[in-house]
């Protein structure tokens, strides 16, 4: 059974950091796409940010120089690095994962086979 599960969000201050995580169960990564969405109140769920097994990164033009994605192999866990926070940061976020190999790793919700629950963050 695969499970990620997130931590680290919270109430920030504009221009705070913060540091989210992401742990995955029930599988070990070896490659494939893992990533970042966020979903704010009233809007559609959206890319932040992805990363591969060659960690070539792609990020949502919202969040590029501010935000960074990076994965452990060996400890199974994904993190998303955000600095500079905006207000129009706030929102669920979600990590996702899939162990399907692809030459690019896209916002296309359809290609994450696994998703957590999300953690908020909240900037004022």
């Known amino acids: 059974h695969v499970q990620l599960v997130e931590s680290g969000g919270g109430s920030v201050q504009a221009g705070g950091s913060l540091r989210l995580s992401c742990a995955v169960s029930?599988?070990?990564?070896?490659?494939?796409?893992m990533g970042w969405f966020r979903q704010a109140p009233g809007k559609e769920r959206e890319g932040v940010a992805a990363?591969?097994?060659?960690?070539?990164?792609t990020y949502a033009d919202s969040v590029k120089g501010r935000f960074t994605i990076s994965s452990n192999s060996t400890s199974n866990a994904m993190y998303l690095r955000m600095n500079s926070l905006k207000p129009e940061d706030t929102a669920r976020y979600y990590c996702?994962?899939?162990?399907?190999?692809?030459?690019?790793?896209?916002?296309?919700?359809?290609?994450?086979?696994?998703w957590g629950q999300g953690t908020q963050v909240t900037v004022s």
């Open positions: 996702a994962a899939d162990k399907n190999i692809r030459t690019y790793c896209s916002f296309e919700e359809r290609e994450y086979a696994y």
């Open positions: 029930g599988y070990t990564y070896s490659g494939g796409c």
């Open positions: 990363v591969d097994e060659r960690f070539r990164r």
